[in-house]
């Protein structure tokens, strides 16, 4: 049981390249999601999944996409990174929102946008 | 004016002394609370969390909510140094589909 992965754990890209970060989890999770984190604000929410094949927006979706082809897998997209996409990348799943107890984070991905 | 403020420190204490973390909140919606604690570079972790105003206590660390008041806790007793994190509190609207607002943290150093 290796709970939540990220690959990769760091990345640097250039202005306008394009990347997908891969968010696994082995817990049989329903629900997704996918939370940057920059200094002085917290996590922020980007986008989620409440199941398989199912995605929704959360409060800072812009420039990034995601899919949820499996229900063990959530990809999060960036087709043309910027600068102001600099920042680290969290994670997280959890059974339901009545079982708190099942919520687990992965360790995050570093990203520089230059 | 953001959904949750938090104090974002830094907040730094003796071993053994008796912490009080809090966070404030704006949308009486709020029906479950969550303490996180992440050590530097690392993902945040669950460490207590709780639906009803009160106390809830687990070892060193007690959770307290005030719905009245719009007021979370966490209290940490006898300090440790591997107590030195960021502590974040984290609310869910159940009706929005279980989106989770969290604050921004707040950093704590323990000294030996």
């Known amino acids: 049981n290796a709970g939540v992965t990220q690959t990769p754990k760091f990345r640097v890209l250039k202005t306008g390249q394009s990347m997908t970060l891969l968010c696994a989890q082995d817990?049989?999770?329903?629900?997704m999601y996918w939370y940057r984190q920059d200094p002085g604000m917290g996590l922020r929410l980007i986008h989620y999944?409440?199941?398989?094949?199912?995605?929704a927006k959360g409060e800072v979706p812009d420039g990034y996409n995601v899919s949820r082809l499996k229900k063990q897998n959530f990809l999060l997209g960036l087709e043309s990174a910027a600068p102001s996409q600099t920042s680290v990348y969290f994670c997280?799943?959890?059974?339901?929102?009545?079982?708190?107890?099942?919520?687990?984070f992965g360790p995050g991905t570093r990203l520089l946008v230059l | 004016q953001k959904e949750v403020e938090q104090d974002p420190g830094p907040l730094s204490v003796p071993e053994g002394a008796i912490v009080s973390l809090n966070c404030t909140y704006s949308?009486?919606?709020?029906?479950?609370f969550m303490w996180y604690r992440q050590y530097s570079r690392k993902g945040p972790e669950l460490l207590m969390y709780t639906y009803s105003s009160g106390n809830k206590e687990d070892g060193r660390f007690t959770a307290q909510v005030d719905k009245s008041s719009k007021y979370i806790s966490l209290f940490i007793r006898d300090s440790q140094p591997s107590d030195s994190a960021t502590y974040l509190c984290?609310?869910?609207?159940?009706?929005?589909?279980?989106?989770?607002?969290f604050g921004s943290g707040t950093r704590l150093s323990i000294r030996p």
């Open positions: 984290a609310m869910i609207l159940y009706s929005s589909a279980s989106k989770i607002i």
């Open positions: 949308n009486s919606a709020f029906q479950y």
């Open positions: 999944s409440v199941g398989e094949g199912t995605t």
């Open positions: 817990m049989n999770h329903e629900y």
């Open positions: 997280a799943s959890i059974q339901s929102p009545e079982r708190q107890e099942t919520q687990y």
